[in-house]
């Protein structure tokens, strides 16, 4: 079962509420986000793009800016090198697309994830200058592509790195924590990374997609060309759709740049996107952050998954709406079969566990050989959610493993792998996930060396439920639904608020659904009052906590309506509209 812990950070939230016309519910919900001034809490309820940071504030921004000016004045060749995720594949349509605004002689090269892998390597390089391309533009990759880079320069290929990922580093001897490190930089004419150490902007949080708009926004600054000002608003859509699918934080300008983006795309000027929310049935003014990262954000993963991520780059390319349908359908086909793929390899992992015993380490390393190796990611994340812990599912590749990993509070992946870096041919990534190479030989000692490393405590595998108000659901009225839209768009960084009510008496309940797989109940409130709760979990894991709690044949005396059982409830609030109804709802996400 979760920890459920009850927020309790100070402010003044009477005076929070007079001043920005909210409840002081609403004030305790920002104040729970981090937010400690004024200006933070109007930037975070009105901020508008202009509340946005100066692209000029990123390190090297000037240099690359000049660099590709002067590229594009010599009509040299520019091949950009993007990645086969959403963030590589949105990164990859800006830089190109706007450079092609420019004039500019330039052309698009993804990486193929099995026969390539991730970002820069010696293939992409060699094919670079037998394509006698004169400068190479990364985009969400190359901080960790000094060798190949080295390459690059020694063909007399020109390099700009963009990027947003971790900086590799050393540890100098005999120093401990942050002061200890020494960032290690590729030999690249022009480095754009938030994440270097002399980089002072002011929120190093972005995507690779977002450090790419602000490229192009450089440039539209500096050369005043209308075309590219315009393009901009294009733009803005792939950077929120990036932002959401490479999970980063909806804090700061990424809240106002997805809320922003979110805008544009339910008017999209791209037909790619209009085509794809089309073929998965998504009403363009219905669109929220939800369907970023859960529908539209998979199917473009999908393709780079199990096949070429250049078929989703030809959607966003795609210039009338017949190429563009052709393309989705073929995206949601290929997301379709991705899924039932992803459910065979959970499945699969879960056995892996029970037989090797690893649900005892502190660091979970699964080794599926034959599930393909697009799919590790997914895996990885989908048993980190249930047993929370850090998780590594490893694949056999046509070069050895590849793997990916996703991590929990408390656990820095990519710092916990630099401590053990002599088993990978190569890695990278963020505090909560990561991609790796490596040696068969190597799995044991390297499962033996992470689970010693762990800094890893029992209560850290306990998963954490944050509730930001204890809240009786009679006082969850209508006026605070409405009002907690505005916190939208909700997600990581920004969650959905959650509240909390004890002792709800559960009278009856009825499962709903084409597979019955959600339920709504009748409750009575401990003021006497009724009302309606609705669960989209695991009915199943509800079902035996009712027998366990109050006796066998709990949760059927439930459904014949014949309930008595006192459950205390962490909930969402929010308004459901139906057939042209908006009603109140009430959500359950946990129980005890």
């Excluded at 450090?211 to 600054?221: D, F, G, N, S, T």
């Excluded at 934080?249 to 809240?255: A, G």
């Excluded at 694949?395 to 509070?409: F, L, P, Y």
Aim: charged share 30%; aromatic share 8%; with cysteine.
């Amino acid at each position: 079962m979760e920890k459920w812990y009850v927020s309790a950070k100070k402010a003044d939230f009477e005076n929070w509420a007079e001043e920005f016309g909210i409840s002081p519910v609403t004030a305790r919900i920002l104040r729970n986000r981090d937010l400690t001034k004024s200006e933070e809490i109007r930037k975070f309820l009105y901020g508008t793009l202009k509340d946005c940071y100066s692209p000029w504030l990123l390190k090297d921004m000037d240099k690359a800016v000049d660099l590709l000016l002067a590229a594009v004045e010599e009509k040299t060749a520019i091949r950009v090198i993007g990645d086969y995720d959403v963030d590589g594949i949105c990164s990859s349509y800006i830089l190109t697309r706007g450079l092609q605004l420019l004039g500019a002689r330039v052309d698009t090269a993804i990486p193929h994830r099995i026969h390539d892998g991730y970002g820069l390597n010696d293939h992409l390089i060699r094919e670079a200058k037998k394509d006698r391309i004169g400068m190479i533009l990364t985009c969400d990759n190359g901080i960790a592509a000094a060798p190949q880079i080295e390459l690059a320069n020694s063909y007399g290929i020109k390099v700009i790195v963009t990027d947003h990922h971790e900086v590799p580093f050393v540890r100098e001897e005999n120093a401990r924590g942050e002061e200890g490190k020494r960032q290690v930089l590729p030999p690249a004419l022009a480095i754009v990374d938030p994440k270097r150490e002399e980089c002072r902007y002011p929120f190093p949080g972005i995507c690779g997609g977002v450090v790419a708009y602000k490229l192009i926004q450089a440039i539209a600054e500096k050369t005043g060309n209308e075309e590219l000002k315009e393009a901009l608003e294009e733009f803005l859509e792939l950077a929120a759709l990036s932002t959401v699918c490479d999970v980063m934080e909806l804090k700061d300008e990424n809240r106002i740049l997805v809320k922003e983006g979110l805008a544009r795309m339910k008017n999209s000027r791209n037909p790619g996107l209009l085509a794809l929310m089309e073929v998965n049935g998504i009403e363009p003014e219905k669109l929220s952050a939800y369907h970023l990262g859960f529908v539209l954000g998979p199917c473009l993963n999908a393709t780079g998954r199990l096949d070429t991520a250049k078929r989703a780059l030809e959607l966003l390319q795609s210039t009338t709406k017949a190429e563009a349908m052709s393309a989705a359908r073929e995206l949601k086909e290929l997301n379709d079969s991705r899924k039932n793929l992803t459910l065979q390899g959970v499945e699969q992992a879960r056995r892996y566990i029970a037989e090797h015993g690893i649900e005892r380490d502190k660091v979970m390393l699964i080794f599926l050989p034959d599930v393909h190796e697009s799919l590790a990611g997914i895996i990885a994340g989908r048993i980190r959610e249930q047993y929370n812990h850090p998780v590594f599912i490893l694949t056999r590749g046509e070069e050895g493993v590849k793997g990916s990993g996703r991590s929990i509070e408390g656990y820095h992946m990519y710092e916990a792998m630099t401590a053990v870096k002599q088993y990978f041919i190569r890695f990278g990534g963020h505090r909560l996930a990561a991609g790796l190479s490596m040696r068969e030989e190597d799995i044991e000692p390297l499962r033996k060396a992470l689970n010693e490393k762990a800094p890893l405590a029992k209560e850290d595998f306990i998963p954490k439920v944050h509730i930001d108000v204890p809240m009786p659901l009679i006082y969850a009225d209508q006026s605070l639904a409405e009002e907690l839209e505005r916190l939208e768009p909700f997600g990581a960084g920004n969650p959905k608020p959650l509240f909390a009510q004890k002792e709800l008496i559960f009278q009856a309940g009825f499962k709903m659904g084409a597979n019955k797989s959600c339920a709504r109940f009748r409750v009575r409130t401990p003021e006497g009052e009724g009302r309606q709760l609705v669960y989209f979990g695991d009915l199943e894991k509800f079902g035996a906590f009712l027998n366990q709690k109050f006796g066998e044949g709990s949760e059927e005396a439930l459904y014949l309506g014949k309930g008595v059982f006192s459950v205390s409830v962490v909930y969402q609030l929010g308004r459901n509209t139906y057939r042209g109804m908006t009603q109140l709802q009430y959500i359950m996400q946990y129980y005890c």
